[in-house]
């Protein structure tokens, strides 16, 4: 008896201190959410009239809010911050288009290091950071990947004739056809995920890429907006938002059910100031929309471009009741914190902009410890950073703009008056801040070289839109569509294995089916928007490819959808690129690419 008695007792802490051991280390799921040109007054609970909400409010109101948070000025830079920890001029990321939205191969992803924590990780929807190995989120540490193409539906890379219904997307690099609205579909696919990890720790990026343009919605939603005091694109604009809301109350509601929304780090924000939330109609002398009284919108450098919501929850950790933390934060201190507040193992060899604020989420700290702290943000958009351009310096209290305007944001949230000459000492300190900044930003100033002939990607698909170039880049399918030409731009890749590559360029991309001269809406498409005007076809001839300054001709293909040439390479660096010439005999580039090692 004496015996039974002592194996139950032995028995019973053993299962009590097993169970403890396991809570201890049991680590929290992550889920980020993170809409696309919506800014921070384009919703209800930031003071907005007109736009409904709800769901999202009341994740505001269960929230740690980050009030004065800031990321990028455009999509790209903010989302290879958030990725790495580090702003978008260190990493190759400065701009949207023209092979400067390429996240480095050297660097580290949040979903790199989650990934060696033992985390399941899945991207969703909007990635933007490259379309070719080795810049797809496959390549980038998700295990999982289910994403549009380019910068958004509808743009040159993206599966040809997307229009965020019914479209085809990429998983993990294969194409796939999926039915519903395209928001509707990201969520869909984020309960499949959250279903088939339940059981162990998962790290999604759901990164939606509405209410970004072009504003397409179910008529339900627009219906909703129907008789607001708005401007119709605005109200397409805002049934989008409101899409997305009911999304993130199901998704919410859905954790609930499987017992996982006590231990998940739920974050919401977005990639940029709004696009659409405020509208000035010039003839009218008459703003429509609401921006909560920031001065600027997406791309600017004043907090309207850059100063977006930032909501928190975790029931297992942050109380409930909601609490403002207004003390400077920004897109690059995500993966720290997440590393932070995980328990994660990771040292960061590059130098980061971001840091940890998991002392400020969970009321560790006083805001005075980080209220002295300096942050840039800029916006370059260019081939190669220059310094100065566009530049904020940020502290808690100030805003240093282009290094000679300063505005008090506690007094002044709108930036309208310029105290610059009454506080020349703050302007020295951020000004010799900046300037250390940009010094330590220079040494990583480097193009991220696409892969030719990689056993990841062969062949690898390219499209102008990352091509380097100084003229207007068609980034568009509707330019693409129009014919609008351009004549100077190259790649600019590395050869991974030497010997004979297939070079296919084409007007369309493959899946189109479409011939050179195919008729689009019927009217004949081509290489000058002028001859589309006129309703007159013009042939594309002498088909070339150029690699590093040596031309090689290309055949046209017998369906006359593609031309082609075989060329040795070497392993190595090399520049290229692919034109035919007009009726005018003008030169212009091709817009889709395929190249394959044979």
């Given at each position: 008896?004496k015996?039974?008695?002592?194996?139950?007792?032995?028995f019973?802490?053993?299962?009590?201190?097993?169970?403890?051991?396991?809570?201890?280390?049991?680590?929290?799921?992550?889920?980020?959410?993170?809409?696309?040109d919506?800014?921070?007054?384009?919703?209800?609970c930031?003071?907005?009239?007109?736009?409904?909400?709800?769901?999202?409010?009341?994740?505001?109101?269960?929230?740690?809010?980050?009030?004065?948070?800031?990321?990028g000025?455009?999509?790209?830079?903010?989302?290879?911050?958030l990725?790495?920890?580090?702003?978008?001029?260190?990493?190759?990321?400065?701009?949207?288009?023209?092979?400067?939205?390429?996240?480095?191969?050297?660097?580290?992803?949040?979903?790199?290091?989650?990934?060696?924590?033992?985390?399941?990780?899945?991207?969703?929807?909007?990635?933007?950071?490259?379309?070719?190995?080795?810049?797809?989120?496959?390549?980038?540490g998700?295990?999982?990947?289910?994403?549009?193409?380019?910068?958004?539906?509808?743009q040159?890379?993206?599966?040809?004739?997307?229009d965020?219904?019914d479209?085809?997307?990429?998983r993990?690099?294969?194409?796939?056809k999926?039915?519903?609205?395209?928001?509707?579909?990201?969520?869909?696919?984020?309960?499949?995920?959250?279903?088939?990890?339940?059981?162990?720790?998962?790290?999604?990026?759901?990164?939606?890429?509405?209410?970004h343009g072009?504003y397409?919605?179910?008529?339900?939603?627009?219906?909703?907006?129907?008789n607001?005091?708005?401007?119709?694109?605005?109200?397409?604009?805002?049934?989008?938002?409101?899409?997305?809301?009911?999304?993130?109350g199901e998704?919410?509601?859905?954790?609930?059910?499987?017992?996982?929304?006590?231990?998940?780090?739920?974050?919401?924000?977005?990639d940029?100031?709004?696009?659409?939330?405020?509208a000035?109609?010039?003839?009218?002398n008459k703003?429509?929309?609401?921006?909560a009284?920031?001065r600027?919108?997406?791309?600017?450098?004043?907090?309207?471009?850059?100063?977006?919501?930032f909501?928190?929850?975790?029931?297992?950790?942050?109380?409930?009741?909601?609490?403002?933390?207004?003390?400077l934060?920004?897109?690059v201190?995500?993966?720290?914190?997440?590393?932070?507040?995980?328990?994660?193992?990771h040292?960061?060899?590059?130098e980061?902009?971001?840091?940890s604020?998991?002392?400020?989420?969970?009321?560790?700290?006083?805001?005075?410890?980080?209220?002295?702290?300096?942050?840039?943000?800029?916006?370059?958009?260019?081939?190669?950073?220059?310094?100065?351009?566009?530049?904020?310096?940020?502290?808690?209290?100030?805003?240093?703009?282009?290094?000679?305007?300063?505005?008090?944001?506690?007094?002044?949230?709108g930036?309208?008056?310029?105290v610059?000459?009454?506080?020349p000492?703050?302007?020295?300190?951020?000004?010799?801040?900046?300037?250390?900044?940009?010094?330590?930003?220079?040494?990583?100033?480097?193009?991220?070289?696409?892969?030719?002939?990689?056993d990841?990607?062969n062949?690898?698909?390219l499209?102008?839109?990352?091509?380097?170039?100084?003229?207007?880049?068609?980034w568009?399918?509707n330019?693409?569509?129009?014919?609008?030409?351009?004549?100077?731009?190259?790649?600019?890749t590395?050869?991974?294995?030497?010997?004979?590559?297939?070079f296919?360029?084409?007007?369309y991309?493959?899946?189109?089916?479409?011939?050179?001269?195919a008729?689009i809406?019927?009217?004949?498409?081509?290489?000058?928007?002028?001859?589309i005007?006129?309703?007159?076809?013009?042939k594309?001839?002498?088909?070339?490819?150029?690699v590093?300054?040596k031309?090689?001709k290309?055949?046209?293909?017998?369906?006359?959808?593609?031309?082609e040439?075989?060329?040795?390479?070497?392993?190595?660096?090399?520049?290229?690129?692919?034109?035919?010439?007009?009726?005018?005999?003008?030169?212009?580039?091709?817009?889709?690419?395929?190249?394959?090692?044979?």
């Amino acid at each position: 008896m004496k015996v039974r008695t002592l194996l139950s007792v032995f028995f019973v802490a053993i299962t009590f201190f097993g169970c403890q051991s396991k809570k201890k280390i049991e680590k929290p799921n992550v889920i980020l959410i993170v809409t696309d040109d919506q800014g921070y007054g384009d919703l209800a609970c930031h003071g907005n009239p007109i736009i409904k909400t709800p769901n999202i409010d009341k994740l505001h109101s269960e929230s740690v809010r980050l009030t004065n948070f800031h990321t990028g000025t455009t999509c790209t830079p903010t989302r290879a911050g958030l990725m790495t920890g580090r702003n978008s001029n260190r990493n190759g990321t400065w701009h949207t288009i023209g092979g400067c939205s390429l996240l480095n191969e050297k660097e580290t992803t949040v979903a790199d290091v989650f990934s060696e924590n033992g985390y399941t990780t899945a991207m969703l929807g909007k990635w933007h950071l490259g379309d070719m190995y080795p810049f797809r989120p496959q390549d980038r540490g998700f295990q999982t990947a289910f994403y549009n193409g380019g910068g958004g539906v509808g743009q040159t890379p993206d599966y040809w004739n997307n229009d965020y219904f019914d479209d085809t997307y990429f998983r993990n690099g294969k194409p796939e056809k999926v039915e519903g609205f395209c928001t509707d579909v990201w969520f869909k696919e984020a309960k499949k995920f959250v279903d088939a990890n339940q059981d162990k720790p998962f790290l999604l990026y759901l990164s939606l890429n509405a209410p970004h343009g072009p504003y397409n919605v179910p008529e339900q939603y627009y219906k909703m907006y129907e008789n607001a005091d708005l401007k119709p694109h605005q109200k397409r604009f805002y049934g989008m938002i409101s899409n997305i809301d009911e999304r993130v109350g199901e998704l919410r509601e859905y954790l609930k059910e499987k017992g996982l929304s006590e231990n998940t780090i739920l974050i919401f924000m977005t990639d940029n100031g709004t696009s659409a939330g405020l509208a000035y109609d010039k003839k009218a002398n008459k703003t429509y929309g609401y921006n909560a009284g920031m001065r600027g919108t997406k791309g600017s450098h004043y907090d309207g471009g850059h100063r977006v919501p930032f909501f928190i929850s975790w029931p297992n950790s942050i109380p409930k009741e909601g609490r403002d933390i207004n003390s400077l934060t920004a897109h690059v201190d995500l993966l720290p914190t997440l590393v932070d507040l995980c328990g994660l193992k990771h040292t960061f060899q590059s130098e980061m902009d971001g840091q940890s604020i998991k002392s400020l989420i969970l009321n560790e700290s006083t805001k005075t410890d980080f209220d002295k702290r300096m942050l840039v943000t800029d916006t370059q958009r260019i081939k190669w950073p220059k310094k100065g351009r566009n530049s904020c310096v940020m502290t808690t209290r100030w805003r240093l703009i282009d290094g000679v305007e300063l505005y008090d944001i506690n007094d002044d949230p709108g930036q309208k008056v310029n105290v610059a000459n009454a506080y020349p000492d703050v302007v020295t300190e951020m000004n010799a801040f900046y300037d250390k900044w940009w010094l330590s930003t220079e040494k990583d100033f480097e193009f991220s070289l696409m892969k030719i002939g990689s056993d990841h990607e062969n062949p690898i698909h390219l499209t102008c839109h990352d091509m380097h170039s100084d003229q207007n880049i068609p980034w568009n399918q509707n330019y693409i569509r129009k014919g609008n030409a351009f004549n100077k731009g190259e790649f600019f890749t590395e050869v991974v294995k030497a010997g004979k590559y297939k070079f296919s360029i084409s007007r369309y991309p493959e899946e189109s089916n479409l011939e050179m001269d195919a008729e689009i809406d019927g009217v004949k498409a081509t290489s000058h928007t002028e001859m589309i005007e006129k309703g007159k076809s013009l042939k594309l001839k002498n088909p070339m490819i150029v690699v590093d300054g040596k031309e090689y001709k290309c055949t046209f293909t017998k369906d006359n959808k593609a031309a082609e040439v075989e060329i040795e390479l070497v392993a190595g660096k090399m520049n290229f690129y692919g034109t035919f010439t007009n009726d005018k005999g003008e030169q212009e580039m091709a817009y889709y690419f395929l190249v394959e090692r044979l």
